[in-house]
């Protein structure tokens, strides 16, 4: 392939593109907007360590990744905790995420892509209703393909043409905004569970969020505190640090450092392609709607992108011959993340006192998710118990109110699913009109549903 494609954005997403499509011949220009050393956050975040061989990537050194902590998820009472089952070594890692922008720099580099730090690029070249390049500092540049890996509130999206029906921006209730911190450990004081290092109270001070307090690698304290529809006030942040800090004595009040920062909770957007441009990664909400997780979802997503597009040799990069792509992303992953966006709205307004009870070990134990969770040779899998999912049963038909509820949430969750797998095969603009219409819809619906219910 001997094509010229930019690519904006150094976002894991960007970069499995770039990787593999300079490793297929193309002409790859990489433009960060930071300066090199700067890109991306400054910690660590999980991922499933799998996800480098299934986009065809060595796997990094060990000084990128550490294995994932144990973690323990607490009601919104901190009365009631459940312990989440640690898959077998390295099945799940937490890389450094700014040693991971290295690794794929590094890779990018062998791959014969050229790598432009400092340069933000605000404005798409469009001729004809065709994205036909990028406004840079050296002035016009032209491009066969854009690949647009800046983010979800990306810039370049919104200038795109109405008739690709591209989402222009997405809605603050798509958004987790979260506030992350990290602080000295108190010398001598142990977790929550001396046993366990990462403490995750659901629905932290009944807010329609979450809030952590983790005692990391490096031996500080790192603080996460997030919140739907919009960003927590400075007096928020206090007080939630504050609950934070009276039940995890880890946490002293030495911050090291901290940052606001959103993350995208939304299913993928409905289409992400125009004649010459193609969104990835968080541009296209390629994230795992329950938690924000767009690491692992994003490369895949980049990944499936690119072989499609050396694997049917696309030279003409129309929106109608990109499609495909979006079609294989939605079958292997994005119908099941909008399965996943609607019980995340319904979710995080459970009332608490279904939280508190589930959580309180009447409902599901320790042992019962060990059971679900681990494969069969894991020694650390109980035996089957007579009654372990019986007795779940029973319990949900003596709580008819909270049965209620998840049954709600599974029939809406199963119902986009539906919707989200129905996704139009042949690109067409009467196709993409009406299949974004619907699906938007389906979500905007089940929004105001879950909203209305929380009242
Ligand atoms: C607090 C927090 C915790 C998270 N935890 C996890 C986790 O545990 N697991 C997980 O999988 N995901 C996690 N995520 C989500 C994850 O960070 C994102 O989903 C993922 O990084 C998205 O990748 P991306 O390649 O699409 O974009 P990004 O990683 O956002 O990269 C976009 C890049 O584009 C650059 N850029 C933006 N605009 C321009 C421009 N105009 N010109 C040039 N360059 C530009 C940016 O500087 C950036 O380098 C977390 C996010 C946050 C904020």
Redesign the pocket.
């Known amino acids: 392939m001997d094509k010229k494609i930019a690519v904006?954005?150094?976002?894991?997403?960007?970069m499995v593109a770039a990787i593999k499509l300079a490793r297929a011949g193309a002409q790859v220009t990489v433009?960060?907007?930071?300066l090199e050393g700067k890109?991306?956050y400054p910690w660590r975040?999980?991922?499933t360590a799998s996800v480098f061989e299934d986009c065809g990537l060595p796997f990094p050194s060990e000084d990128v990744y550490v294995q994932k902590a144990n973690w323990l998820f607490v009601s919104p009472d901190e009365k009631g905790a459940l312990r989440v089952p640690q898959f077998p070594p390295l099945v799940e890692i937490s890389p450094n995420r700014q040693k991971l922008t290295e690794y794929f720099v590094n890779l990018a580099k062998d791959a014969g892509a050229n790598i432009r730090y400092g340069?933000?690029?605000?404005k798409l070249v469009i001729e004809n209703e065709r994205v036909v390049g990028i406004e840079t500092k050296n002035g016009i540049e032209n491009y066969d393909l854009v690949i647009d890996?800046?983010?979800m509130y990306s810039?370049l999206r919104e200038q795109l043409p109405e008739k690709y029906c591209v989402q222009k921006t997405p809605s603050n209730l798509d958004t987790m905004f979260?506030y992350?911190a990290f602080f000295k450990k108190n010398e001598g004081a142990e977790t929550f569970f001396s046993d366990v290092s990462n403490t995750m109270i659901l629905r932290h001070m009944d807010s329609d969020g979450i809030g952590w307090c983790n005692l990391n690698e490096e031996g500080n304290v790192d603080v996460?505190l997030c919140n739907i529809s919009r960003p927590l006030t400075d007096e928020e942040i206090e007080e939630r640090i504050a609950d934070l800090r009276a039940m995890n004595p880890i946490l002293s009040d030495e911050k090291l450092f901290d940052r606001k920062?959103p993350?995208?909770v939304r299913a993928g957007i409905a289409t992400p392609v125009a004649d010459g441009y193609v969104a990835l990664?968080?541009?296209a909400f390629m994230?795992i709607p329950i938690m924000?997780?767009?690491?692992?979802s994003?490369m895949h997503g980049a990944s499936i992108f690119a072989d499609y597009v050396i694997e049917n040799d696309v030279q003409d990069f129309t929106a109608e011959n990109m499609w495909g792509f979006y079609v294989k992303y939605f079958k292997d992953y994005g119908a099941g993340f909008a399965l996943l966006d609607i019980v995340r709205r319904h979710a995080l307004r459970f009332n608490s006192k279904y939280i508190n009870w589930a959580l309180s070990g009447k409902f599901v134990t320790d042992d019962t998710l060990k059971f679900i969770m681990l494969k069969k040779d894991d020694e650390r899998r109980p035996k089957y118990k007579f009654g372990m999912f019986s007795a779940i049963i029973w319990k949900l038909i003596f709580y008819p109110s909270f049965m209620c509820t998840i049954l709600r949430m599974a029939g809406e969750g199963i119902h986009a699913l539906s919707v989200a797998t129905h996704i139009p095969k042949k690109y067409s603009f009467k196709n993409m009109g009406k299949w974004s219409k619907k699906y938007n819809k389906l979500i905007e619906k089940c929004e105001a549903k879950a909203a209305k219910r929380a009242k």
């Open positions: 904006v954005g150094m976002g894991q997403g960007g433009f960060e907007r930071y890109v991306s975040d999980d991922i340069e933000n690029i605000e890996a800046t983010g810039k979260a992350r996460l920062v993350l995208s990664g968080d541009s994230t924000g997780s767009g690491i692992e994003g």
